[in-house]
């Protein structure tokens, strides 16, 4: 899942593709990496940062949503609102990435009423609020538990499950202990039975343990990314989608003892929607398994 941020102000990249053609060029360059969907946003959820209208958001990013679509690219809306939700859907987007998990009294039924895809997003509070000493029992015991909350009141509201995708908020209102802890036990939130999304591209916790500014975090970044793999998650959230993309290919044919030709995959990641594409490319581990880690299986990264 490549990141197309159409804002002023997010973490990485803000402001680099506020004009919708420079961002619908950054998309296509993504795509062309080995993206198999991209997650235009266009309201930050950096810790801190201010809220924007549902004006300003939908003429943010409508316009790049249409113009990916139009170019046969796959899109997710990132947006906590269901009224900006619904005009990307109508712009061709598929997938809502909800950072506020259907807080938002319309959402739910918004995703059941178009049978669109939804990714429920763990995060304690608000951006604005949530790494305000942000604190928890058990990190991994408390997001299971609130992502099945969340996966209840979808079902209730008729979304379908083969429709839902959770993400354990890596970064939103945790320290860095909390995200070592969820990505060291991601396998836990995968044997809830649904894909599991990982967004951890250049986040400041990573700075915290290297050392190197937001653009230096390559690195740090694919190693998450690979660990999150061998845990079981199966749709990777980052801005620099060629070189994580390799680094997942090499990752899950070691960890399935099985490979495809770049041409193989990328003809996949085209023709496959990523719900449809995790769940017919999870394979099982041919290693014994360790008697410290529960049941979550590594996955063929397709997309990307």
């Known amino acids: 899942m490549g990141i197309v941020n159409v804002t002023p102000d997010s973490f990485s990249d803000g402001g680099r593709w506020l004009d919708p053609a420079a ?13 198999a969907i991209l997650d235009v946003g266009g309201e930050s959820t950096r810790p801190g940062a201010a809220a924007v209208s549902a004006d300003e958001e939908r003429r943010r990013v409508v316009p790049v949503i249409q113009g990916l679509t139009q170019a046969g690219v796959r899109v997710s809306v990132d947006t906590m609102k269901a009224v900006v939700a619904e005009a990307a859907l109508d712009a061709g987007a598929t997938l809502v990435n909800d950072v506020a998990a259907l807080r938002d009294p319309d959402m739910a039924a918004l995703v059941a009423d178009r049978g669109c895809e939804v990714c429920l997003v763990h995060m304690r509070g608000e951006p604005r ?8 029992d ?12 969340r996966v209840e009141v979808a079902l209730a509201a008729g979304v379908a ?3 839902i995708v959770l993400d354990p908020g890596i970064g939103f209102g945790k320290t860095v202990d909390h995200n070592l802890e969820l990505l060291d036990r991601l396998d836990e939130l995968a044997a809830l039975g649904f894909p599991v999304l990982v967004g951890t591209s250049r986040k400041s916790f990573l700075g915290k343990i290297v050392g190197r500014d937001t653009d230096d975090r390559l690195p740090g970044t694919i190693a998450t990314n690979v660990l999150a793999l061998a845990r079981g998650a199966s749709i990777f959230r980052v801005h620099d ?10 990752a899950a044919a070691t960890l399935a003892r099985t490979w495809t030709t770049p041409a193989e995959t990328m003809t996949t990641s085209r023709t496959t929607t990523s719900t449809t594409a995790t769940r017919t490319s999870r394979t099982a581990d041919p290693r014994p398994s360790s008697p410290s880690r529960s049941s979550g299986s590594p996955s063929t ?3 990307g």
Do not use: W
């Open 23 to 35: 961002a619908i060029a950054h998309g296509l360059r993504l795509a062309a990496d080995g993206a």
């Open 129 to 136: 609020t949530m790494q305000d000493d942000p604190h928890y």
């Open 138 to 149: 058990d990190v991994v015991d408390d997001v299971r538990a609130f992502l099945t909350a």
């Open 161 to 163: 499950r083969e429709r």
């Open 241 to 250: 989608v060629a070189p994580v993309r390799d680094a997942l290919a090499v």
């Open 301 to 303: 990264p397709t997309t």
